[in-house]
């Protein structure tokens, strides 16, 4: 089959979590014969043709200085391009994902017979921050993408399934649940970096509620003195964050890091005592089972898929959404308590060699393709 990704970034240039899954995706896919273009917006420094392990990755529209951080113009460019690719080009199916892109390849789509696959990481219209950081309008158009007739819809977790059908009435026939997956063979050949350090890896946005582990790392702080806080991202928060840690007097012992190889991420996540994820809004939280690939366990506020992934006291421990008191409690007995740590670190990566794969995902994912495919051809 000949593929079309259409994403607003790729990997390397922007590790995000569904950057990362069609990459993973894709290279697989091209291992067993198939033709995969990727289609993303343009970067300072980036060439517009890029080959990455046999993707063809074209970067089209407006030219971003900094990933993610965009104006709403530049994703109206990039909707303008996205459309006029696909009018330009011949796929056998499109698979684009939320939410800039949506509009634009099902419209092209349409126009040229190609069926089309919509992947939906989450929904989040009572939540404010969005890709637009607009929570009124970015509620409208989402109510609007999430009711177009795809020819498919594939989400990464049983609770964006749910949201879905309950809050915008699509139909459980055309969902699929393809969750994220890890690679193992990257991991286990990663060392793990040095120090005694928590870690939050995700993008530095309203709604990751980096500030309420800054605070609980303050309060730790003093029963801790060696212990170090990494954040890995980068996004609209982190003028501020860093603001909170001057004013907090703690900056010599906070890191903030962007712009690293993947690798390099998962280095750091490796050498981690508890990965913090204290996140409002996820639709499956890969950072999650990557940390629990690396046998390092989590502690998560429970909202959306991050459910689907940690098991509470077994791989990680969840705690109710903002309540701050929870998150440092549990922080705390994973430091305290070596034996926790270990098992549940243990616990972690036997669930991810059991349910999260990337192999046996693309397997279901390849089929999905398929049929659709052969169903808009007949």
């Known amino acids: 089959m000949r593929i079309l990704i259409v994403s607003d970034f790729f990997v390397p240039h922007y590790n995000g979590g569904g950057e990362r899954r069609y990459f993973e995706i894709a290279r697989r896919l091209v291992r067993r014969g198939h033709e995969v273009d990727v289609i993303s917006m343009r970067i300072h420094g980036v060439p517009d043709h890029e080959e990455i392990e046999g993707i063809h990755v074209h970067h089209v529209g407006p030219r971003i200085r900094k990933p993610p951080i965009r104006k709403p113009l530049d994703f109206m460019r990039f909707m303008l391009a996205v459309f006029l690719w696909i009018c ?14 949506l509009l634009p390849s099902l419209l092209a789509a349409r126009l040229r017979g190609i069926p089309m696959v919509a992947t939906i990481h ?11 950081q607009s929570s009124g309008l970015a509620s409208i158009l989402e109510r609007i993408l999430m009711r177009l007739p795809y020819d498919g819809v594939i989400t990464v977790s049983r609770s964006t399934a749910s949201a879905l059908m309950e809050l915008y009435g699509r139909s459980p026939e055309g969902i699929h649940i393809i969750p994220n997956g890890v690679d193992l063979e990257l991991i286990d050949s990663t060392l793990p970096a040095t120090g005694d350090y928590i870690i939050f890896v995700g993008r530095l946005a309203p709604h990751k509620h980096v500030d309420h582990l800054i605070e609980v790392f303050r309060s730790l702080s003093s029963d801790f003195p060696g212990l170090k806080l990494e954040i890995i991202g980068d996004g609209v928060e982190r003028t501020r964050l860093k603001g909170m840690v001057d004013e907090y007097g703690i ?8 712009s690293l190889s993947y690798r390099e991420v998962i280095s750091l996540i490796k050498g981690a005592k508890v990965l913090v994820l204290p996140s409002t809004r996820e639709g499956f939280g890969m950072v999650l089972a990557e940390a629990n690939a690396c046998s390092v366990p989590v502690v998560a ?25 929870s998150l440092k409690e549990k922080i705390r007995l994973i430091l305290k308590n070596d034996d926790i740590r270990v098992n549940m670190g243990k616990k972690g990566r036997e669930r991810i060699e059991k349910y999260f794969l990337w192999d046996i995902l693309v397997n279901s994912l390849e089929n999905i393709y ?5 169903k808009i051809t007949k």
């Open 301 to 325: 506020y429970r909202s959306g898929g991050v459910v689907e992934v940690i098991n509470d006291g077994e791989n990680g421990f969840l705690v109710e959404p903002c309540d701050r008191d």
């Open 122 to 132: 989450d929904v989040s219209s009572s939540n404010g921050d969005q890709w637009l």
């Open 88 to 101: 330009r080009n011949d796929y056998d199916i499109i698979d684009a994902q939320t939410y800039s892109p």
């Open 370 to 374: 398929k049929n659709l495919a052969n």
């Open 251 to 258: 900056g010599a012992r906070v890191s903030f890091h962007h």
